[in-house]
C-alpha cells in the first residue's frame, strides 16, 4: 500500500500518538562524541560536536583521526621570496616556541620520574586545597599563575603573528615506516591496519617510540586505553603495571583529546584525576603532577585577578565563596584560544572607522562602523542582513569578502562567497598582503557558531589591522564539532556591538523553528504540506518509511526531487542511524557492487577532507589516482588510501554534519532509542535544515517534546569568555 505524506492536523498535542503528531524531533546535543558507544579501533558515533565530518566519527573512528599539530609539514622549497611551505614551517617555529616559552615558565625544571617543586608544585598543591574545601579560591591568589594571560597588543603597534594552516588531510607516510610499525604493532597483538595512523602520528620514529613508549598508542583516534594497556603488557612484560609513569602520562592526554572531541577546550583538574582513577592509576595526583611538569598540560585558573579584587571589597564573606575553577588543557588549545583573544580584542579596540559615514545608517553599519568586532544573530532570513552590509561596503571603496561554513552555503550565496577553509588556504577569496594578512577591509563569517577555536585564531589573526570582523549566525544551532564555543563566547562576554536581527525565517517551518528556539514544540499549521510528520513504531520501520518518503512521496506530493532531499538521523550507528540509512537508500536509489572501495558511480556521499568539515557531493568515477567526487559542482579526488576513513554515503547525515547546509526538503528521523540522544540545539538544528519542506519520521513519543522543554545545550567547558573579559570591558 502507498504510503502517503500525512499533513498535521490542528489542535493535536506535541507528542500525540495520533497519526498526525506535531513535528517534534529534537536530540539532546549529546557532547561531541556521543552518538554511539565507542568501539575498539573503528568506533561509531552519535552526532555529537566531535571532529567528524564523513569519515571521523565522534568517538574517534579509526580513520578520521584529528592530527595533534592539525596542520601539515612541508620542506620549504629555494625561492627568492617565501614559499608557502616556508611561511608554514616559518609559523610552526613560532608556534613551538610559545609551547617551549610555557614550558620554561615553571620554576625549578625537573627530570623525570621525580616531584614537583618551585612554582608548579605550589600551584598543584592549590589545587588540591582548593578542591578538598580546606581553603577558599582566593587563598592561593598571591602565587604566580604557570600560564599567565597576556595583554592585548597595543593598538598603535598591533603585533599579528603567523599562524599555521588550516588542518589538512594525513600526508602519506614512507612504505618503510609503515612497513616496521606493522611490525610492532603485530608483536604487542595490536591490529596491523593501524600502522598508517600510528606512522602519521609518530612520525618516521614511529616503530621505535612505540618500542620505548607502549602507551603512545593512544596517540591514534579510536584506540581505547584498554587496547593501549594490552599492547604494553605484551611488549613490555612483568615491567608493565598500572602506575607506569609513560601510562598515566598517556591517560592525562586522552582523557583531554577526547574532551577536546566533545568541544572543551581544558577540564577542572578533579574531572581528570578522577578520571585517572578510575583507569586504576595507583597516584592520580602524583601523575598530574609529573604530566605538569613534562609540558604534556599546562594549568589554568582564568578569572583569578576578577576574584581577587572582589576579595579585597566590602562583601568579603560572599566573594570567598567565589569558585575559581583549576582547568587543565593542552597547549595546542590554550594557544589557540589565548590567540584567538588577542586577535579579537586587537581588533574591538582599533576604533572608529570613518570611511563608513557615507553609508546608509542601517543598525549593522552604524555598529561596524564604531568597532572592528561585531556579533550579529539570527536565522536563515536575517544573513540577508550582513551580506548587504558586504554589498554597501563596494559603493565605498571598501574590499568585503563573506564567508561561510560549506560549499553548500557557499553554493546558496553565490560566486560572490567563499568557504572559510578556502580563504584560510588561498584557493578563495581576495588573497594575502606582503604582511600575510588578508587583502580586505571587512569580513563577513556567516554560520559563525561552526567556528571551532583553531579555525577562529587563525581567521582573527589574519585580519588586517584596521579591517572590521562581523560574526554572524543562529545561536541556537549545534557548536562547531571542533573545539571550543567561539561565537557563544564572544556573546556572552559582551565585548562588542551585538546586533540581534528581527528578521524572522518565513512559513510554517521557521514558525516551528522558532518555537523550538525558546523551548516550546508548537503544532503549525501546514496548508502546502510542509510540515509532515510520520509516526513509526520501531526502527524498522522508520527505515521503511524514510526510503518511501526520499524516493517517492517527497517527489510527488512535494515537488522536491529525490536528489534535493536530505536525511537527517541521530548517529551513525544503530539500526536507524546513518549506516543503515544509507544502506537502505543505496539500494532503493543506485543499487550497485560498491566496485570503488563500496561506492558506485551515481552514489551520494559526505566526504570530509579535514577534520569537522564535510562536502555532500556524488560519486562520478575511479581510477589509479582515487575516487572522483562532484561536490556541489566542485571536483575532488580521494586518495585511494583515504576513502575508507574520509568518505561515507551521504543520503543520510548527522545534524552535525549537516550544520551549515541546507537543502529543498529534509527528512528528519527520529526512532524510539533516539530519546537520550536528544536535546534542544539538536531538534533546531535538524528541524531547520530543509527550506521548503520538513517530514519528521517520529517515534520517539514524548521524548523529543521533553528533549525541546528540558535539554539545553552541553556546556563545554572554555576558557575564551574569561580572556576576553580580562582583555576588554564588557559593553551593556
Known amino acids: 500500500m502507498e504510503h502517503a505524506v500525512t499533513v498535521p492536523s490542528r489542535g493535536t498535542p506535541p507528542g500525540s500518538p495520533a497519526e498526525d ?34 569519515g571521523a566519527d565522534a568517538g574517534g573512528e579509526a580513520g578520521g583521526a584529528v592530527e595533534a599539530g592539525g596542520t601539515d609539514r612541508t620542506e620549504p622549497e629555494k625561492a627568492a621570496e617565501p614559499s608557502e611551505a616556508e611561511a608554514e614551517l616559518i609559523a610552526q ?61 597595543a593598538a598603535a603597534e598591533p603585533v599579528r603573528p603567523r599562524v599555521p594552516q588550516p588542518a589538512q588531510a594525513p600526508r602519506a607516510t614512507a612504505p618503510e615506516t609503515v612497513t616496521t610499525v606493522r611490525a610492532v604493532l603485530a608483536e604487542g597483538g595490536a591490529p596491523e591496519s593501524l600502522a598508517a595512523q600510528v606512522a602519521s602520528a609518530l612520525g618516521e620514529r614511529a616503530a621505535d617510540a612505540l618500542r620505548e613508549d607502549p602507551w603512545r598508542l593512544l596517540s591514534v583516534p579510536g584506540v581505547r586505553p584498554e587496547q593501549a594497556d594490552g599492547f604494553a603488557r605484551a611488549l613490555l612484560g612483568a615491567e608493565c603495571g598500572p602506575g607506569d609513569e609513560r601510562r598515566a602520562a598517556a591517560l592525562v592526554g586522552w582523557q583531554l583529546e577526547r574532551a577536546a572531541l566533545q568541544g572543551h577546550t581544558a577540564l577542572e583538574s578533579s574531572s581528570v584525576r578522577a578520571a585517572l582513577a ?53 597547549d595546542r588549545y590554550a594557544l589557540a584560544e589565548e590567540s584567538l583573544a588577542d586577535g579579537l580584542a ?79 588556504s588561498g584557493a578563495e577569496g581576495p588573497g594575502r598582503d606582503a604582511d600575510g594578512a588578508f587583502a580586505l577591509d571587512l569580513l563577513v563569517v556567516l554560520d559563525a557558531p561552526q567556528l571551532d577555536v583553531e579555525t577562529a585564531a587563525m581567521l582573527v589573526e589574519s585580519m588586517p589591522d584596521s579591517s572590521r570582523l ?144 564535510t562536502l555532500s557531493g556524488t560519486v562520478v568515477s575511479a581510477d589509479g589516482e582515487g575516487l572522483h567526487l562532484d561536490c556541489e559542482g566542485t571536483p575532488a579526488v580521494v586518495p585511494k588510501e583515504r576513502v575508507e576513513s574520509a568518505v561515507r554515503h551521504g543520503w543520510a547525515l548527522t545534524a552535525h554534519q549537516a550544520a551549515g547546509m541546507r537543502w529543498p526538503a529534509a527528512v528528519v528521523v527520529l526512532p524510539g532509542d533516539a530519546a537520550q540522544a536528544l536535546s534542544r540545539p539538536w531538534v533546531y538544528t535538524a528541524f531547520s535544515r530543509g527550506e521548503r519542506h520538513l517530514s519528521v519520521v517520529h517515534g520517539a513519543d514524548q521524548a523529543l517534546q521533553r528533549a525541546v522543554a528540558e535539554v539545553p545545550a552541553q556546556d563545554r567547558t572554555t576558557r575564551l569568555r574569561p580572556l576576553l573579559e580580562g582583555l576588554l570591558a564588557p559593553t551593556t
Open 21 to 54: 503528531r506535531a513535528p517534534t524531533d529534537e536530540a539532546a546535543a549529546p557532547a561531541p562524541g556521543t552518538d554511539e558507544v565507542a568501539a575498539p579501533a573503528s568506533a561509531d558515533v552519535t552526532d555529537d560536536g566531535s571532529a567528524e565530518g564523513a
Open 93 to 153: 617555529r613560532e608556534l613551538r616556541a610559545k609551547i617551549e616559552q610555557r614550558k620554561a615558565e615553571k620554576d625549578a625544571p625537573i627530570e623525570s620520574g621525580t616531584k614537583l617543586s618551585g612554582t608548579a608544585a605550589d600551584l598543584l598543591a592549590a589545587v588540591r586545597a582548593v578542591e578538598s574545601g580546606e581553603k577558599s579560591g582566593t587563598a592561593f591568589f598571591d602565587s604566580p599563575a604557570p600560564a599567565p594571560r597576556r595583554p592585548a597588543p
Open 278 to 330: 578510575e583507569r586504576s592509576v595507583p597516584d592520580p595526583d602524583e601523575a598530574l603532577q609529573q604530566a605538569i611538569a613534562e609540558g604534556a598540560v599546562l594549568v589554568f585558573q582564568d578569572g583569578v585577578e576578577d576574584v581577587e579584587q572582589a576579595a579585597d571589597g566590602e562583601d568579603t564573606e560572599d566573594s570567598e565563596q567565589q569558585a575559581v575553577p583549576v582547568l587543565l588543557g593542552l
Open 346 to 424: 586587537r581588533l574591538a579596540k582599533s576604533g572608529a572607522d570613518a570611511r563608513w559615514e557615507a553609508a546608509e545608517p542601517t543598525e549593522l553599519v552604524r555598529a561596524v562602523a564604531a568597532s572592528g568586532l561585531v556579533a550579529h544573530t539570527g536565522g536563515e532570513a536575517a544573513r540577508a542582513e550582513p551580506v548587504a552590509l558586504a554589498d554597501a561596503s563596494g559603493a565605498l571603496g571598501l574590499r568585503a569578502v563573506v564567508a561561510v561554513h560549506s560549499e553548500n552555503g557557499s553554493r546558496r550565496l553565490g560566486p560572490a562567497a567563499v568557504t572559510v577553509a578556502g580563504l584560510l
Open 470 to 613: 562581523v560574526l554572524s549566525g543562529d545561536p541556537g544551532v549545534l557548536s562547531s564539532a571542533g573545539a571550543g564555543r567561539v561565537f557563544a563566547d564572544v556573546l556572552a562576554a559582551r565585548v562588542c556591538p551585538q546586533i540581534a536581527s528581527r528578521t524572522p525565517d518565513p512559513g510554517p517551518i521557521g514558525e516551528l523553528v522558532s518555537g523550538i528556539g525558546i523551548g516550546e514544540l508548537n503544532q503549525v499549521e501546514a496548508p502546502g504540506k510542509e510540515v509532515v510528520i510520520v509516526p513509526v513504531r520501531d526502527a524498522g520501520e522508520a527505515v521503511h518509511r524514510t526510503v518511501q518518503l526520499v524516493a517517492d512521496s517527497v517527489p510527488r506530493a512535494i515537488g522536491v526531487p529525490t536528489e534535493e532531499t536530505q536525511v537527517i538521523a541521530v548517529g551513525h550507528g544503530g539500526s536507524a542511524g546513518t549506516r543503515a540509512l544509507n544502506a537502505a537508500l543505496k539500494q532503493r536509489l543506485n543499487p550497485g557492487p560498491g566496485r570503488f572501495g563500496g561506492f558506485d558511480p551515481g552514489d551520494r556521499v559526505a566526504y570530509a577532507p579535514a577534520p569537522g568539515r
